[in-house]
């Protein structure tokens, strides 16, 4: 059973950094795409950056040049270095993994591939203060 545990959330001011971890267990073999999303107070989710099989990330146009997303793949271990923060990006972060290769050759196609992910983890809590 895949499992997904996001930490790292946190409440900073305004222009301070986070850095958001996904521990992954569970999956049979290495992921197709990986990504981190997030759920803004009244808003619905959007995808922030991904990242596949081979490395490439690719980034919402709202966090390019801020926020940087890696991956561990010994351990199995997501990551999004979160610089520069402002307050419209107080959210709910998730990571999601798609294991089954629905994303195809989109996975840097951040408008859409959140509807092709199979596995989410709970989501950590991100408050950036003006």
């Known amino acids: 059973q895949v499992q997904l545990v996001e930490s790292g959330g946190g409440s900073v001011q305004s222009g301070g950094s986070l850095r958001l971890s996904c521990a992954a267990s569970?999956?049979?073999?290495?992921?197709?795409?990986m990504g981190w999303f997030r759920r803004a107070p009244g808003k619905e989710r959007e995808a922030v950056a991904t990242?596949?099989?081979?490395?490439?990330?690719a980034y919402a146009a709202s966090v390019k040049g801020r926020f940087t997303i890696s991956e561990d793949n010994v351990k199995n271990t997501l990551f999004l270095q979160m610089n520069s923060l402002k307050p419209e990006d107080t959210a709910m972060y998730y990571c999601?993994?798609?294991?089954?290769?629905?994303?195809?050759?989109?996975?840097?196609?951040?408008?859409?591939?959140?509807?092709?992910?199979?596995?989410w983890g709970k989501g950590t809590l991100v408050t950036i203060s003006s």
């Open positions: 990242i596949n099989s081979v490395g490439t990330p």
């Open positions: 569970g999956l049979r073999g290495r992921s197709y795409c």
């Open positions: 999601a993994v798609d294991e089954t290769g629905d994303t195809g050759g989109y996975c840097g196609d951040t408008a859409r591939v959140q509807r092709w992910m199979d596995y």
